[in-house]
T-cell receptor, first 113, second 111 residues
Framework: DSGVTQTPKHLITATGQRVTLRCSPRSGDLSVYWYQQSLDQGLQFLIQYYNGEERAKGNILERFSAQQFPDLHSELNLSSLELGDSALYFC????????????FGQGTRLTVV | SQQGEEDPQALSIQEGENATMNCSYKTSINNLQWYRQNSGRGLVHLILIRSNEREKHSGRLRVTLDTSKKSSSLLITASRAADTASYFCATDNGGSEKLVFGKGTKLTVNP
């Protein structure tokens, strides 16, 4: 158990809908990272928050947004969902702002139908 | 964007044999990390090697780093069926994309 909790584990939704994925980092970790894993694109970095502030941005679509709350949990919001958004979404956390190992949650499997 | 490229894409060996996976990357790095992923589950951190290190060991794992060739290798000795998983290298160049992962090597260890 990595100590990173993601909910829900599975999500099935229709095209055009909006969903929210939730992540609780390991106790004491200030950074939260979001990744998308699909068969054709592999693991893609989406966004990082450090102590409540956006710190780095990767290949995140404009339809996607995230935030980190004062208690350090994070949410990833995906809107206007398309079939191609079906993927595994991982949250990871680390103590600092990069430079160290990251601890991954078990992921949320999103299926858009 | 993909930074690391693992080679081979798939590897099948017998229990007890050694498994070697390679990773090549494109830009300078602060550190390189190896992760394991069991089918459809979260990634587990295996080992981190910094740019000023050449070799690191952890149990049955041995990682080497050659920054002049921009490459790393992961050796798993005396493999077990439980080592069956996908293995990813990830590079940290301190830049905007943080940890950038390759597409992984799928290792199958046959009992």
């Amino acid at each position: 158990d990595s100590g990173v909790t993601q909910t829900p584990k599975h999500l099935i939704t229709a095209t055009g809908q909006r969903v929210t994925l939730r992540c609780s980092p390991r106790s004491g970790d200030l950074s939260v990272y979001w990744y998308q894993q699909s068969l054709d694109q592999g693991l893609q970095f989406l966004i990082q928050y450090y102590n409540g502030e956006e710190r780095a941005k990767g290949n995140i679509l404009e339809r996607f947004s995230a935030q980190q709350f004062p208690d350090l949990h994070s949410e990833l919001n995906l809107s206007s969902l398309e079939l191609g958004d079906s993927a595994l979404y991982f949250c990871a956390s680390s103590v600092g702002d990069g430079g160290t190992e990251a601890f991954f949650g078990q992921g949320t499997r999103l299926t858009v139908v | 964007s993909q930074q690391g490229e693992e080679d081979p894409q798939a590897l099948s060996i017998q229990e007890g044999e050694n498994a070697t996976m390679n990773c090549s990357y494109k830009t300078s790095i602060n550190n390189l990390q190896w992760y394991r992923q069991n089918s459809g589950r979260g990634l587990v951190h295996l080992i981190l090697i910094r740019s000023n290190e050449r070799e690191k060991h952890s149990g049955r794992l041995r990682v080497t780093l050659d920054t002049s060739k921009k490459s790393s290798s992961l050796l798993i000795t005396a493999s077990r069926a439980a080592d069956t998983a996908s293995y990813f290298c990830a590079t940290d160049n301190g830049g905007s994309e943080k940890l950038v992962f390759g597409k992984g090597t799928k290792l199958t260890v046959n009992p």
